[in-house]
Nanobody, 115 residues
Framework: QVQLVESGGGLVQAGESLRLSCAASGSTFSVMGWYRQAPGKQRELVAS???????NYANSVKGRFTISRDNAQNTVYLQMNSLNPEDTAVYYCNGRFSWSAYNYWGQGTQVTVSS
């Protein structure tokens, strides 16, 4: 059974921080990442990290967000600093294996930033 479970979302004011966690069960993913989707918009990549620690960020979050990974615990984190209302969205955890292009998704966690 492969499952991804997110936690850490909530309601914060602009300028504050949140840390999201995603616990994965089953085999170790080759690449894990965080996506987000706001109402009326398509789901977009926020950050990703491979098993070697290489990272990729959306331009809108560079310098503010940091993705990290604990391979032993099969968990990925997203530290979000200097949050602004444009970051408001449902954040989803994503995982992929090296032998398949299939995407596994968590159920999402709501992040709301007020001004």
């Amino acid at each position: 059974q492969v499952q991804l479970v997110e936690s850490g979302g909530g309601l914060v004011q602009a300028g504050e921080s949140l840390r999201l966690s995603c616990a994965a069960s089953g085999s170790t993913f080759s690449v894990m990442g965080w996506y987000r989707q706001a109402p009326g918009k398509q789901r977009e990549l926020v950050a990703s990290i491979n098993s070697g620690g290489d990272t990729n960020y959306a331009n809108s979050v560079k310098g503010r967000f940091t993705i990290s990974r604990d391979n032993a615990q099969n968990t990925v984190y997203l530290q979000m600093n200097s949050l602004n209302p444009e970051d408001t969205a449902v954040y989803y955890c994503n995982g992929r294996f090296s032998w398949s292009a299939y995407n596994y998704w968590g159920q999402g966690t709501q992040v709301t930033v007020s001004s």
